[in-house]
């Protein structure tokens, strides 16, 4: 890769000959002013160059042995011209100049290509960010031999329970850095670390996920540890008959939900008639329980402080006490609404606005065993799987519970209960809820990661039961 | 790039690799769309780099390079390689694999108008007419249209001495029309939902697709599903169109047969399978008039699924998934097909880029198409509903319970269509199902449908997958579900 990167790469040979580091952020503002000054000799009025690098590794594991181990590396450019009230946008991954003029030259004949846009925005000038600090140097030095003995720890803990373990184990660096012709210029990096694991004792299985930027945040061993006790509470699945349970959702199976959810907030899902919240903005839609807000400073969340456009990400109060206050605004959506874009946009031109991406739920002071202790019979769910929208305005989602389900009854954990079907209205589920426990970065499989709680919600809706 | 893959497998030779393939891969993609009358996404991406997986100690490593000098790929290699060395370090068993052959070869999918050769004006022209003609029926509240071209090349090596390079073009075009009324919302899709209908085709699927003659009637159909009934809820007669039944077989066929799955390597994320090894030749799967095949042949027709070679170099094979109603076969690879005891590979290892290891994949699974006549299959229904265009999908992680609704239903009583019905769905358990299964319809009615969504694997890859399939009848089939207790 670069000078840089070599000669990282070159000063670990001795100890690690073969892990890469990332580039130095001055070579991707490098190639930001390289196509900025290309794209201005090339006739375009202004010009959009984001850059990203990305090095990550993941050890996944199957059968209490490593199947899969693989490591990634490279760098995108993504350039996005303007002249004459058009735009358009390409991207690669090849940086050298001739590679460069040519994909400039491509954004500003894609461009020509279509109507002229009456509306469309010239980019921000100079905008000022908020400093977040997510890079974590313990993640970044993570190496495949590290994550192969954590495997190995998982694995004997399965082998001497005679559980079957699968799962992945990762850790991964990224840097994204932008600028355009009007001098905005921002830059972000992170590290990032997972490990999930399916401990499995047939017929039954449960699931134990973390996700953070600092991999001391979580530890495996536990959650493998986690995920073995839960399996072998799982074993004797009996089947309960379908209908209306109160549920207790741990923060996995409250994540995957709600994550249905995000899109909705977004003012131009409004403007085209396709959220939820039409017609419902300034109504209680929700329980006096539920406030949400995007939080991209939220000490647990990971991501960058400014949008696709470059706009500073705003912490935006969504939801107050059950009723939808606000949302989340492009440079576009915002103009057309005569409101001020919160930095929320999604890379140009697209269809789709803008969206919240740092979702912080307000948590309560009910802990797992409380609500359990509360429950005179109800279902604890560790997690959801496969959840699709079945009707877009009532939010009816569908999905299966998977990987431990329980009785609770009279305040107990009395046994397993075969996986059950729901068909459950999220805006309904959302006036139900009775407790809530605090709010944790929670990690699922269907949605990004959010903060949110675990919830005790009333008449959950299950139709149909399966065969495990 | 036949040096940089021979290079690559030389370092992987020189670090300890006892077995070693290449992937260098060059994608290139067009995204159009339009939104209520206006150019959405106009974007142009491409991605060239190299992937390699090696095995070393007897296990698996795989790295990838965007960084094509002597350099870089030396650095990918030898790190496929230490990691491959990691991986032993929480190995059970060394890896083995099926005998392959090595192949020399060069191949082309079919496409007859290269779509990046087409003038974008003209792809967006057609797009915003198309836009046009649906925001002219009242009621339509939101119409969106996209067009997506696809340019994939691969040369793959490999230390058995294979090197073979293919190229395929890809085409995909879809048009929503969508009406928010009261307190709902309806859409309808054409060709089909989710990105419409996607193959191994040039400029020439958009110009079949005859978008500017559908575009009002889906609009219509949107407006009109305000007023139509809702679905009522029951155990009853079924007809699905053939697109939904592409997706019914992807889901409960499809992803169940995946040999990583059945053999647990799955099991975190995508989930496992009920299939497990001893219903291999002994399930009875669907009723005696289902067949389904593992089709990968160019033969099959241009879907999403077809291909010469799969990603470890194994050449593209047709198996018998189910025959005559029967589980007959998996998708395996080298790997997988050994450890069951088959002789060879069914050549199903797939990748979505170069940075991808190539995974168990499906191909074109699609239903054979049976005897029936439609108009005669709809006059021979006495009560029954019939559902088109996928709306929502879910079914559980080992396969069996399944759920679907449609954007459109219509009643059919005494053997005609009649009225229209709103929020269509249905569900079961996957064997009883296709074991209600009483009519297919002939080839006339047949189609190959592209998914081009289909996600697995981590890290995730999105991988296109071909299903063909003719409108069929199900008995005895729960309908309604999905509202029921709302």
């Given at each position: ?33 390289d ?6 000799s ?14 990550d ?32 946008r ?28 009456k ?8 905008q ?18 590290d ?33 355009n ?17 399916t ?43 379908t ?39 300034g ?20 991501g ?49 606005g ?11 002071d ?26 877009p ?11 431990g ?14 996986n ?16 809530l ?32 | ?54 095995l ?29 060395k ?14 392959e ?62 090197r ?20 709902e ?11 419409g ?13 005859d ?22 809820q ?63 042949r ?50 199903t ?16 699974i ?10 005669h ?38 053997g ?41 694997g ?9 299903h ?6 199900f ?12």
């Amino acid at each position: 890769m670069s000078t840089s990167r070599k000669s990282a790469g070159t000063s670990r040979a001795r100890s690690k000959p073969e892990k890469a580091a990332l580039s130095d952020a001055r070579r991707l503002h490098g190639i930001i002013s390289d196509v900025l000054r290309l794209a201005k000799s090339a006739g375009a009025e202004e010009a959009e160059v984001h850059v990203d690098e990305v090095l990550d590794d993941l050890t996944r594991f199957a059968n209490n042995a490593i199947h899969q181990n693989v490591s990634e590396n490279g760098i995108t450019v993504s350039i996005r011209t303007i002249a004459e009230g058009r735009t358009a946008r390409v991207t690669t991954n090849r940086i050298d100049d001739s590679s460069l003029r040519a994909a400039v030259d491509s954004s500003l004949s894609l461009a020509a290509s279509q109507p002229q846009d009456k509306r469309l925005l010239a980019p921000p000038g100079k905008q000022r960010y908020r400093s977040v600090q997510r890079f974590i140097k313990q993640t970044a030095a993570i190496t495949p031999e590290d994550r192969a003995r954590a495997v190995r720890r998982a694995c004997d803990l399965a082998l001497k329970r005679a559980q079957v373990a699968a799962g992945i184990f990762s850790t991964g660096e990224s840097q994204a850095a932008m600028g355009n012709s009007r001098g905005l210029r921002a830059a972000y990096r992170e590290t990032h670390a997972e490990f999930s694991i399916t401990m499995q004792e047939a017929p039954a299985a449960s699931w134990a996920k973390a996700n953070a930027a600092d991999v001391r945040d979580f530890d495996p061993q536990q959650l493998a540890a986690r995920a073995s006790h839960k399996a072998h509470l799982a074993v004797d699945a009996k089947e309960l008959p379908t209908g209306k349970y109160t549920v207790i959702l741990e923060p996995s199976a409250v994540l995957d939900l709600v994550g249905f959810l995000f899109y909705d907030f977004a003012a131009t899902a409004v403007a085209d008639q396709r959220s939820c919240l039409n017609g419902r903005m300034g109504k209680l839609v929700f329980g006096k329980n539920i406030s949400i807000a995007d939080d991209a400073y939220h000490p647990l969340q990971l991501g960058a402080p400014f949008d696709g456009e470059g706009m500073p990400r705003e912490r935006v109060s969504l939801v107050e006490r059950g009723v939808p206050r606000n949302l989340v605004y492009s440079r576009r959506a915002a103009k057309m609404a005569r409101k001020a874009p919160t930095g929320h946009g999604f890379m140009l031109p697209n269809e789709y606005g803008e969206a919240p991406m740092n979702l912080v739920f307000a948590g309560g002071d009910s802990s797992l065993e409380k609500m359990i202790a509360s429950t005179d019979r109800g279902l604890l769910v560790t997690r959801i799987w496969y959840i699709r929208e079945v009707d877009p305005y009532e939010k009816i989602m569908t999905g299966m519970t998977r990987d431990g389900l329980f009785l609770v009854e009279k305040g107990k954990v009395t046994s397993a209960v075969r996986n059950f079907r729901f068909n459950q209205s999220l805006l309904e589920a959302l006036r139900k809820v009775e407790m809530l426990g605090p709010a944790v970065r929670a990690t699922g499989e269907e949605a990004f990661e959010m903060i949110v709680p675990a919830m005790k919600i009333r008449d959950f809706n299950f139709t149909e039961v399966t065969k495990f | 790039m036949w040096d940089l893959a021979g290079q690559a497998l030389e370092v992987a030779r020189l670090r300890g690799a006892t077995y070693a393939d290449v992937r260098v891969m060059h994608l290139r993609q067009r995204d159009l769309t339009t939104k209520n009358g206006r150019v959405g996404t106009l974007a142009q991406s491409e991605s060239i780099g190299l992937g390699i997986r090696v095995l070393a100690n007897g296990a698996w490593g795989f790295a990838s390079t965007d960084r094509l000098t002597r350099e870089g790929v030396a650095v990918c290699a030898a790190h496929a390689v230490s990691i491959g060395k990691a991986s032993a370090l929480a190995k059970r068993r060394a890896v083995s694999m099926v005998a392959e052959e090595s192949f020399i070869d060069s191949w082309q999918g079919p496409f007859l108008k290269d779509p990046f050769e087409i003038p974008l004006e003209s792809q967006l022209a057609l797009l915003l007419a198309t836009d046009a003609e649906m925001r002219r029926i009242k009621g339509v509240t939101l119409t969106e249209t996209d067009m997506q071209f696809r340019k994939i090349d691969s040369w793959f090596a490999s230390s058995i001495g294979s090197r073979i390079h293919q190229r395929k073009v890809i085409s995909g075009c879809g048009i929503v029309a969508t009406a928010f009324q009261g307190e709902e919302i309806q859409k309808r899709s054409y060709p089909n939902s989710f990105g419409g209908q996607h193959i191994l085709a040039g400029y020439e699927l958009i110009e079949s697709l005859d978008l500017l003659k559908h575009a009002p009637v889906i609009a219509e159909e949107a407006a009109a599903l305000h007023s139509a009934a809702q679905c009522p809820q029951k155990t009853g007669t079924l007809i699905l169109g053939a697109s939904q039944l592409g997706l019914q077989i992807h889901e409960s066929v499809g992803h169940p047969i995946e040999l990583d799955r059945v053999l647990g390597e799955e099991a975190n994320f995508a989930g496992t399978s009920f299939l497990t090894l001893e219903k291999l030749n002994h399930l009875r799967y669907g009723s005696d008039i289902v067949n389904v095949v593992a089709d990968a042949r160019i033969a099959h027709g241009p879907g999403l699924g077809s291909f010469a070679y799969d990603d470890e170099g194994v050449p593209a094979q047709c198996t018998d998934i189910i025959k005559d109603g029967q589980f007959r076969g998996y998708l395996s690879s080298r790997e997988t097909a050994k450890l069951i005891g088959l002789p060879r590979s069914s050549g199903t290892m797939r990748t979505e880029s170069w940075n991808r290891l190539p995974i168990i994949r499906m191909t074109n699974i699609s239903l054979l198409p049976g005897s029936w006549d439609y108009d005669h299959l709809i006059a021979d229904t006495d009560d029954g509903i019939f559902m088109d265009t996928n709306k929502s999908w879910s079914i559980d992680d080992r396969r069996y319970q399944f759920q679907f609704s449609t954007e459109i239903g219509w009643e059919i009583k005494g053997g005609k269509k009649t009225r229209m019905l709103k929020n269509p769905s249905y569900g079961g358990i996957t064997t009883e199902f296709w074991n209600s299964c009483d009519a297919i319809c002939s080839a006339k009615r047949w189609t190959l449908w592209g998914t081009p969504n289909c996600g697995k694997g981590q890290p995730m890859q999105t991988m296109g997958t071909g299903h063909g399939a003719s409108p069929s009848r199900f008995r005895n089939v729960q309908i309604g579900t999905a509202y029921s207790g709302q």
